[in-house]
């Protein structure tokens, strides 16, 4: 069992920044990561993804904006998130998969736990 808490959401101007992190409760070594968020009125979509093999994966609207990152001996993920724009408002949330050494992936359906989120909001 993996419980998770996000913190580090606020309000920022466009341009900003923010850091994310997650802390997790349990066994999250060797486990796939991940970061998602959710807009108003919109699906919940993958954001960023990291894995047993310290590869990461993001999505296109991010790259080369957002960063994920893991401290196994914190058991904490995060997610640097630089040069935000409106578009990048949303309640963001980590996720964990319940099985190890699986490969990165953006797909909500391969995580199992989830925590309560934090929102982001990012004004023009």
């Known amino acids: 069992q993996v419980q998770l808490r996000e913190s580090g959401g606020g309000s920022v101007q466009s341009g900003g920044s923010l850091r994310l992190s997650c802390a997790a409760v349990g066994y999250t070594y060797r486990r796939r990561m991940g970061w998602f968020r959710q807009a108003p009125g919109k699906q919940r979509e993958g954001v960023a993804s990291?894995?047993?093999?310290?590869?990461?994966k993001y999505a296109d609207s991010v790259k080369g904006r957002f960063t994920i990152s893991q401290d196994n001996t914190e058991n904490t993920l995060y997610l640097q998130l630089d040069n935000l724009n409106p578009e990048d408002t949303a309640m963001y949330y980590c996720a964990a998969d319940a099985a190890f050494a699986r490969v990165v992936s953006l797909d909500e359906a391969d995580y199992e736990y989830w925590g309560q989120g934090t929102q982001v909001t990012v004004s023009s």
């Open positions: 990291i894995d047993a093999y310290h590869t990461t």
